[in-house]
C-alpha cells in the first residue's frame, strides 16, 4: 500500500500562501507566517527543505524587461554632468522613469525630484507609454496598406482598441468637443460623415446604437441623467468639469463603427508612406508625381485640440485633449517631422519604428540579418538559373 507524502499538507500551505504572497516569501519569511497563523509550526530549516523539494522558493530577482532606446522620441544633452549637488530650491530637477511590475501589468511611475533636499516636485503613473500608442496605431493602418487578411485586420484592431481604448470620434469630429452647448452638431470636412450640420439627437444616435443615454436637447440647453450605475455616475462626477460629451463618451453603451476605426488608421498609415516615399523617391520621379504627394500630405490634418494658460508658478500653456484620436493625431504629427529620431518603415517586415539614427533602415538586428539572408538566397538562385541556361 503506498504511503502518504508526509509533508505534503506542509506543502500546500505554503503554496497557496506564495500565490497570495506572489511568490516573494523566502523560508525565514514564511516560517514567520506559519508561526504567526499557527497553521503548522516547524523548525525553520524544515520549511527550507520543504520548500525546496516541491519548488516553492521565492523569485529572487524578476526577469528585467528591456526597454529599446529607438522607442524614446528625444535623447537630451547631458547637461548635469554627473554634477548631482544643487546650492537653492528649484536649481536642479531631475526626473526618471521606473517600471513597477504588478499582478495587472507595467506600471510606468515618472517622478520629478529636486536636487536641493530630494523632494518630490511632481510624479505621474500611466499604464503604457505613449511613444508606443502612436506605434501600434501606425502598425495596424499598415496592415491595411500591405493588404493583409481581414482576419489578421480585425485582430489587430481588436487589439489595439482593448489596449487603448476606443478613439473617441464623438468628441474629435465636430467644430468644438462642447458641441452640447449649441443647438446643432457643426461639422467640418472629414471621411465619416458628409452633412456639416447634424441634429444633436442623430449625431448621438451614431455612437449609441444599442442603447440611447437619456439625454434631453431643448435648444442650447441639455439635460442629461444617470442612474443605477454606480460606476458610471462615479465617473460623471470626475468629469464633471469636461464637456458633456467627454463624459458621455466614458459610458458603457458608447461604441464606434469599425469601419470609421479601421479607415482612421489607415490613413495615418497612408500619410506616413507619403512622407517616406516622397524623400526616398524624390529624384527618381517627376514633378507631378511630387505635386501628387504634396496634395496628399496636405490633406492631413483636422480639429487641433484647443488650449488654455493657467497662472502657476509663469504663464502655462495646457492642451486640451478631449479625444484618443486628437492625441494620437498630435503626437504623430510632432514624431513625423522629429529629424533626431525620425519614424522609419522597416526594410524587411514594413513595421513602422522611430530609428535611433537618420540612415537606419531596419526595425531591429533580427530584420537586417534576415534581409540578408533572403537577398543571398536570392543572389544564388539567379546564379544557379544562369548556369543552367
Not at 489587430?156 to 473617441?168: H, M, N, Q, R
Not at 522609419?344 to 534581409?371: E, G, I, T
Request: aromatic share 12%; with cysteine.
Amino acid at each position: 500500500m503506498k504511503r502518504p507524502e508526509k509533508d505534503a499538507v506542509l506543502a500546500e500551505i505554503i503554496r497557496q500562501q506564495q500565490a497570495k504572497c506572489f511568490h516573494t516569501y523566502g523560508y525565514r519569511r514564511m516560517w514567520q507566517w506559519l508561526k504567526g497563523s499557527k497553521e503548522i509550526c516547524h523548525n525553520p530549516k524544515t520549511i527550507l527543505r520543504v520548500m525546496k523539494k516541491y519548488d516553492l522558493l521565492a523569485e529572487i530577482r524578476r526577469r528585467r524587461k528591456w526597454q529599446q532606446m529607438s522607442q524614446h522620441v528625444h535623447k537630451y544633452q547631458n547637461l548635469l554632468n554627473r554634477n548631482f549637488q544643487a546650492a537653492a530650491p528649484n536649481c536642479k530637477w531631475v526626473t526618471d522613469i521606473s517600471y513597477i511590475q504588478t499582478k495587472q501589468g507595467v506600471l510606468y511611475l515618472s517622478m520629478i525630484r529636486d536636487l536641493y533636499d530630494n523632494s518630490i516636485v511632481a510624479y505621474k503613473t500611466a499604464t503604457q507609454q505613449t511613444v508606443n500608442l502612436v506605434l501600434d496605431a501606425l502598425n495596424v493602418g499598415m496592415l491595411m496598406m500591405g493588404r493583409r487578411t481581414d482576419v489578421d485586420v480585425d485582430a489587430a484592431i481588436l487589439e489595439f482598441v482593448t489596449k487603448y481604448g476606443l478613439l473617441g470620434l464623438m468628441t474629435a469630429l465636430p467644430t468644438t468637443p462642447s458641441f452640447m452647448d449649441y443647438e446643432a452638431v457643426y461639422l467640418p470636412k472629414n471621411h465619416f460623415i458628409k452633412a456639416e450640420t447634424m441634429e444633436t439627437e442623430d449625431y448621438l444616435a451614431l455612437f449609441y446604437p444599442f442603447e440611447q443615454l437619456d439625454v434631453v436637447k431643448q435648444g442650447v440647453e441639455s439635460d442629461w441623467t444617470v442612474s443605477g450605475d454606480r460606476t458610471m455616475i462615479a465617473l460623471t462626477m470626475t468629469f464633471a468639469d469636461e464637456p458633456m460629451a467627454k463624459t458621455m463618451s466614458f459610458q458603457r453603451e458608447y461604441a464606434e463603427p469599425y469601419d470609421w476605426i479601421a479607415q482612421q488608421l489607415k490613413d495615418w498609415a497612408f500619410t506616413l508612406t507619403t512622407s517616406v516615399l516622397y524623400y526616398h523617391d524624390y529624384d527618381s520621379i517627376d514633378e507631378g508625381t511630387r505635386n501628387l504627394y504634396r496634395k496628399a500630405m496636405a490633406a492631413f490634418g483636422g480639429i487641433a485640440p484647443s488650449y488654455h494658460i493657467e497662472l502657476l508658478e509663469k504663464p502655462t500653456i495646457y492642451w486640451d485633449f478631449h479625444s484618443l484620436l486628437l492625441g494620437i493625431q498630435m503626437m504623430f504629427s510632432f514624431m513625423l517631422v522629429d529629424e533626431a529620431r525620425p519614424l522609419r518603415l522597416c526594410k524587411h517586415c514594413q513595421k513602422v519604428f522611430m530609428s535611433s539614427r537618420a540612415n537606419a533602415a531596419f526595425c531591429s538586428a533580427r530584420c537586417k540579418n534576415q534581409y540578408n539572408v533572403y537577398k543571398s538566397r536570392g543572389k544564388h538562385k539567379e546564379q544557379d538559373g544562369d548556369e543552367n541556361a
